[in-house]
């Protein structure tokens, strides 16, 4: 199942955040973009035992955000 992070209210910022919405959620993986290897805290997902999959920009399909979304609704 794929969701949204702005489709969830919480208060923290950064990489708490997200640990927090995907620990609520029962995640065990999280999709970073590439350049989230440059200020993720991933011991944090880590002590959750939630992997983190960086998106490589060189093998992913380019289409507009919204074309995105609606395909990830269907």
Do not use: H, W
Not at 21 to 49: H, P, Q, R, V
């Amino acid at each position: 199942r794929t969701t949204l992070l702005m489709d969830f209210k919480t208060e923290k910022d950064g990489t708490e955040r997200l640990v927090e919405i995907c620990s609520k959620n029962s995640a065990t993986c999280y999709i970073a973009g590439s350049s989230g290897k440059n200020y993720l805290e991933t011991d944090k997902f880590d002590n959750l035992n939630i992997r983190i999959d960086y998106q490589d920009l060189n093998v992913c399909k380019k289409i507009p955000i919204l074309q995105a979304i609606k395909e990830m609704q269907q």
